[in-house]
């Protein structure tokens, strides 16, 4: 087992700097922590959390508060929860995952109890109710999801704007015309779910640029109502293309093909944004837009356990898009 002076050696510093770095008494310039940060990585060193906390006054815990919501499919947010766990454990944190629905409630209650030294939000909506919140606790905060109103916070996310214009841009280079758009449902519109129209507005004015008709449908996430959807749109004949942005869609869109006897791309083109992991799990065929959740939330940690270490640090808060890409698996043509 890796000690923190192997640490040392592997970085290059003494073992007083490494627990410098680690205890965030002292101020460690950017290129030391990122040595000792590298050398922790490599050696697969975990800190005495217990030494840690009693000397800093930490928890070593990030409070992440994320929301499951009924009419969303629960396996598309879980693919954030895992890599920011990862990220944080490597880090020597721990998670305490906070899934209230009042947000605003919660998030105050493990502030002022100093049960966390650092926040990360998930399912951050166009105006969120916790973000007021997010400004008065002393704690940092991070997130995974762009607001109306990001400053004094890293906020992380996919530029889904850039995502509608690539997947359009990919059928109107193939010749479709008229293509479906599946969207998520309304609900995620009403409750601020800026992704959603963001994507949607971009997808939606690149295709008028190439004179392309769309037929938009907001998309179902439960069963039945997901197959029987999908069904509808393909008895309407409504076009050669699809994009899909809709996981709970896309997962049930194979099988109901299938059974249709609809072959891709011969009889319809498709077009989605997902991850990789999402694409493996569900055996998803279709060429997407990467939606990034390990990168997303690896970024949220990193940012936020830089600021918890340095909490008078000076750097200037990050809003950071990640620039699509897109994975072509020969599903359209």
Do not use: C
Not at 67 to 75: I, N, Q, R
Not at 111 to 121: E, K
């Amino acid at each position: 087992m890796a000690t923190i002076q192997d640490v040392a050696q592997r970085a290059g510093v003494s073992r007083s700097t490494v627990s410098y770095a680690l205890s965030g008494k002292r101020t460690i310039s950017r290129e030391t922590r990122e040595r000792i940060e590298a050398a922790i990585r490599e050696l697969g060193f975990t800190p005495n959390a217990g030494a840690r906390a009693l000397a800093t006054s930490q928890t070593l815990v990030i409070g992440l508060l994320v929301h499951f919501f009924e009419d969303e499919f629960s396996p598309a947010m879980l693919q954030y929860v895992l890599p920011i766990s990862d990220a944080a454990r490597e880090a020597g944190y721990d998670i305490l995952m906070v899934t209230e629905t009042d947000g605003p409630n919660a998030l105050e209650r493990i502030s002022s109890s100093n049960m966390v030294d650092g926040v990360i939000l998930l399912n951050v909506a166009h105006e969120d109710p916790r973000l007021p919140v997010m400004r008065k606790i002393h704690q940092p905060g991070s997130m995974v999801g762009l607001p109306k109103n990001a400053e004094g916070f890293d906020v992380f996310d996919l530029d889904f704007d850039e995502s509608g214009r690539v997947l359009v841009d990919h059928l109107a280079e193939r010749g479709h015309r008229e293509i479906v758009l599946v969207t998520p449902r309304a609900d995620v519109y009403d409750r601020g779910g800026a992704y959603a129209w963001r994507f949607q507005n971009a997808a939606l004015q690149r295709a008028a640029q190439y004179g392309m008709r769309v037929h938009w449908f907001h998309g179902e996430t439960q069963q039945p109502a997901v197959n029987r959807q999908i069904g509808e749109i393909l008895d309407a004949k409504l076009g050669t293309a699809m994009i899909v942005h809709n996981d709970a869609v896309i997962a049930a869109l194979p099988s109901v093909l299938h059974a249709r006897g609809i072959r891709v791309p011969d009889d319809l083109s498709v077009v989605g944004i997902f991850s990789e992991d999402f694409a493996r799990l569900f055996n998803l065929p279709y060429t997407s837009v990467e939606t990034s959740p390990d990168k997303l939330g690896r970024l949220a940690v990193q940012a936020l356990v830089t600021r918890m270490l340095d909490p008078e640090g000076t750097a200037a808060h990050r809003v950071e898009l990640i620039a699509p890409q897109i994975t072509d698996r020969g599903s359209t043509k």
